[in-house]
């Protein structure tokens, strides 16, 4: 019998990635949001308590958003975001984040354009 695993190996992402992202953290069940000022709050508060993770410049990219529970945090690197997973766990519920198919397409793009060089094997065609 053929495998359903074989029926997907051309489908973009797939056996191509690993299913989490590397650098990008996942923080759930915090307090809603309901005001810009309060956004505004949050974004402040993580990017103070996760700027040690963010390498020698200390930035972090911090995403949150209104009426949500969640936030993102995405760190310098692998070994900084495993290190906050540890050091943050006991004030926030915190994983990886997973990545995105968007995220998924551009990692197989850019894989393709760095074996092919540039990505030039497409025909053109004239339409005149």
Same mark, same amino acid.
Request: cysteine-free.
């Given at each position: 019998?053929? #495998?359903?695993?074989?029926?997907? $190996?051309?489908?973009?992402?797939?056996n191509?990635?690993?299913?989490?992202?590397?650098?990008?953290?996942?923080?759930?069940?915090?307090?809603?949001?309901?005001? $810009?000022?309060?956004? $505004?709050?949050?974004?402040?508060?993580?990017e103070?308590?996760?700027?040690?993770?963010?390498?020698? #410049?200390?930035?972090?990219?911090v995403s949150?958003?209104?009426?949500?529970?969640?936030?993102?945090?995405?760190?310098? #690197?692998?070994?900084?975001?495993?290190?906050?997973?540890?050091?943050?766990?006991?004030?926030?519920?915190?994983t990886?984040?997973r990545?995105?198919?968007? *995220?998924?397409?551009? *990692?197989?793009r850019?894989?393709?354009?760095?074996?092919?060089?540039?990505?030039?094997g497409?025909?053109?065609? $004239?339409?005149d």
């Open positions: 019998k053929k #495998s359903m695993a074989g029926d997907l $190996d051309g489908v973009a992402g797939v191509i990635y690993s299913a989490v992202h590397p650098r990008k953290l996942f923080l759930s069940n915090l307090p809603k949001l309901r005001t $810009d000022p309060e956004l $505004d709050l949050r974004r402040a508060e993580l103070r308590a996760f700027r040690k993770y963010g390498g020698p #410049s200390g930035a972090v990219l949150v958003q209104k009426h949500s529970s969640i936030a993102f945090v995405e760190v310098a #690197s692998e070994q900084l975001a495993d290190l906050a997973l540890v050091q943050m766990a006991g004030k926030y519920r915190i990886k984040a990545r995105t198919k968007h *995220e998924a397409l551009m *990692e197989e850019a894989k393709k354009e760095k074996e092919g060089g540039g990505g030039g497409k025909e053109s065609v $004239d339409w």
